[in-house]
């Protein structure tokens, strides 16, 4: 029976029962953004203040030297920098922004303006403006004037720098450098014979010290004036310096240039060049935009026309036979220490993979001396000293180059392959031999077209990697042997990476900037377009999923 003591409770003055959370429903409470702490804020003005610090040195050295257009693109990073920090929120953007920034500066920036030198004739001779052009002729191509008074001089020295101390013959001392046109000096000391020989701040240098840095004080030419055509004083002992003047006079009202001994005229060819009448031209000229020049010389220059046609064709001989070879034999060593029954597996691999820990300009150098036709390993030990011209023959230096890449190549190709293969399911062997399959076939119809899978992205990166691959040709043969039918350093191993390096730096032709950002263009579009044509190609292998 029902207590009659016990009465229910209205409800609406029930207590309401606590409410248990469902699980996997549970709300949680927004969070709130708290602002910075004071030494959070401290710390990022103090790293934001180093920055701008740094930027305004950068900005006014710019302004100096007049680079606006560098001056404006810098002013608005600056400016970006500071708003992306400064503000409240954006949090990506601040973690993102020096990433940015530095893939501007060392990849964009750098690729713009390797693009922007490809389409001018940027190089030895033709490296600054034309008013630098005319400045450095009037410098260079000077004459000892024939009945100049020999002033004494005595060789001072400030920090690095030399300077020149000059008594002419009237008494007048004065002093000047390479960089410091001729100004009256005062408060010095003189010897018996009334020389300047020293000035408070500078020091003087003795007969042996003059002696130890003879190529340096030969260098300095002081000049006479701010004008160019006053010519400069230089001294060929230390002690007594001549007055020099330009043998080439320029005229800026025809803009010509005219030997004042043979009175030949030098007028501006429109190539960034003083040219006379017979195409001869002065050995300084500037930089001006020759728009697709540099790509046209590349294919008609009988220097270069050539030899280039052959380093076409090993480049690409060079980079297919490299990715065939250490893929099979990557492929096939893989094969073989993926065996389950193999004991001991663990150091062969660690064996296989040692050539790839070893730098590869190291290897280079290595090879080349176990190479060496004269007193290498490979003849002198294994060949009983034999005088076989691996790197001086043509056709043995290409072998010996493919023989040392393969070597450097395979382990990485092993080491793909082996992973490429744990990956594979066991079943599907154990069911193709249940089928009757050969070993063959299994590898062939099964196995390979399944690693093909994975590693042929890696296959096309390798051709892509082995195409500009510097280190071995270079090390090893240096591009040789070279070639007879060129006054240009091209050899019969050059590919076309060590070709645009020896365009660049190259000894006896002069550096031509302009010509090697051609030919590096040349190489992207060759590169892309094959990679572009595999990527396309590889598509097809997903079917096989």
């Given amino acids: 029976m029902p207590n009659p003591d016990l009465q229910e409770l209205p409800a ?5 029962a606590p409410r248990q959370p469902r699980r996997g429903n549970t709300r949680h409470a927004p969070v709130k953004h708290h602002p910075d702490s004071l030494k959070g804020t401290i710390l990022k003005i103090v790293l934001l203040g180093m920055v701008d610090a740094f930027a305004v040195y950068v900005l006014m050295m710019l302004f100096l030297s007049q680079s606006w257009a560098a001056l404006g693109m810098s002013a608005l990073v600056v400016l970006a920098i500071n708003w992306i920090y400064l503000r409240k929120g954006g949090l990506p953007a601040k973690y993102l922004a020096p990433g940015v920034l530095f893939l501007l500066v060392f990849q964009v920036l750098v690729v713009v303006f390797s693009g922007y030198i490809a389409f001018t004739n940027y190089g030895d001779g033709h490296n600054s403006t034309k008013d630098d052009a ?10 000892r004037v024939p009945d100049s008074p020999a002033y004494k001089a005595s060789v001072l020295t400030k920090g690095d720098d030399f300077y020149l101390l000059f008594t002419d013959p009237s008494g007048k001392v004065q002093i000047g450098s390479t960089g410091q046109a001729l100004t009256d000096a005062t408060g010095g000391g003189k010897d018996s014979t009334g020389k300047a020989n020293s000035l408070p701040g500078y020091q003087t240098l003795k007969f042996q010290e003059i002696v130890a840095n003879q190529q340096e004080i030969l260098k300095i030419a002081v000049p006479v004036s ?14 007594t310096a001549y007055q020099f003047k330009p043998a080439l006079h320029y005229d800026a009202g025809t803009d010509t240039f005219t030997d ?16 006379d009448s017979k195409g001869e031209t002065l050995a300084t000229g500037w930089k001006i935009d020759v728009g697709m020049d540099n790509f046209a010389r ?17 480049t690409f001989t060079f980079s297919v036979a490299s990715v065939a070879l250490t893929f099979v034999m990557g492929l096939f060593l893989a094969i073989t220490f993926n065996r389950e029954d193999l004991r001991g597996k663990k150091v062969y691999r660690i064996l296989m993979i040692l050539p790839y820990a070893f730098p590869a300009f190291l290897s280079g150098l ?18 009983g000293g034999a005088n076989i011209g691996w790197l001086t023959d043509p056709v043995l230096a290409k072998i010996s180059v493919l023989v040392v890449n393969v070597w450097l190549g395979f382990p990485y190709m092993f080491l793909v392959c082996t992973g490429a293969l744990q990956s594979l399911p066991s079943e599907i062997d154990e069911a193709a031999r249940m089928d009757g399959a050969s070993a063959w076939r299994v590898f062939r119809s099964i196995k390979l ?10 296959l096309i990166s390798s051709f892509a990697f082995n195409f500009n691959n510097f280190n071995v040709i270079y090390m090893l043969t240096g591009g040789g042997p070279r070639f007879a039918d060129t006054d240009r350093d091209i050899g019969a191993t050059d590919i076309l990476i060590t070709l645009v390096y020896k365009v660049a730096f190259g000894q006896g032709t002069g550096r031509d900037y302009g010509l090697a950002s051609a030919l590096a263009i040349i190489i992207f579009i060759i590169v892309a377009t ?16």
């Avoid at 005319?134 to 004459?143: G, M, N, P, V």
């Avoid at 572009?532 to 997903?542: G, H, P, R, Y």
Wanted: glycine share 8%; proline share 7%; hydrophobic share 45%.
């Fill in 12 to 16: 609406t003055a029930a207590s309401p």
């Fill in 134 to 143: 005319i400045l450095a002729i009037q410098l260079t191509a000077q004459k």
């Fill in 226 to 239: 701010n004008d160019p055509a006053d010519g400069t004083l230089r001294t060929a002992d230390g002690s």
């Fill in 260 to 275: 004042t001994e043979t009175g030949t005229q030098y007028t501006d060819n429109g190539k960034g060049a003083f040219a």
């Fill in 298 to 314: 590349a294919f008609t220059d009988p220097s270069l026309r050539g030899p280039l046609l052959g380093v076409i064709i090993w």
């Fill in 366 to 383: 290595v090879w080349s001396g176990i190479l060496n036709p004269e007193f290498g390993w490979l003849n002198q030990t294994l060949l």
């Fill in 449 to 458: 077209p399944l690693l093909l899978v994975s590693v042929a992205p890696l």
């Fill in 530 to 545: 094959i990679s572009a044509i595999s990527f396309k190609q590889t598509k097809a292998l997903e079917d096989v999923n």
